[in-house]
C-alpha cells in the first residue's frame, strides 16, 4: 500500500500485476478517494477492481468510496469478507 509521498507515484506507476488494488480511505496527501479516481482515470485500469478500506463508516461514506472504487469494507477487516471481495473481483 502506498503512504505519505510515494503515493502520487504510486497512482502514476501502479506496480501490482495481480489485477486488483485495495486502497485506504485516509491516506495523508492523496487520500483513497483521489488515488481510485486517479487510476481509474488511466485508460489501461478503467476497470481495475479496486476495494476500499476505511474506518469511516459513517452515512454516506459507503456511496462515496463506491464512486471511486468498486467495493468498500470497514475497519476491523473481517478478513474471510476481505477475501471473499478479492476472489469475487477477479471472477468478474
Known sequence: MA?????GETVRRPRSSHGQK????????????QTGRAIRSMPRFEHLPIISLTAQ????D??????AASDYIAK???????VSMMRASLDA
Open 22 to 33: 485495495i486502497t485506504d480511505i485516509m491516506m495523508p496527501e492523496m487520500d483513497g478517494y
Open 62 to 67: 459507503r456511496e462515496k468510496a463506491l464512486a
Open 76 to 82: 476491523p477487516v473481517d478478513v474471510d469478507e476481505l
Open 57 to 60: 463508516a459513517m452515512t454516506g
Open 3 to 7: 503512504s505519505g509521498a510515494s503515493e
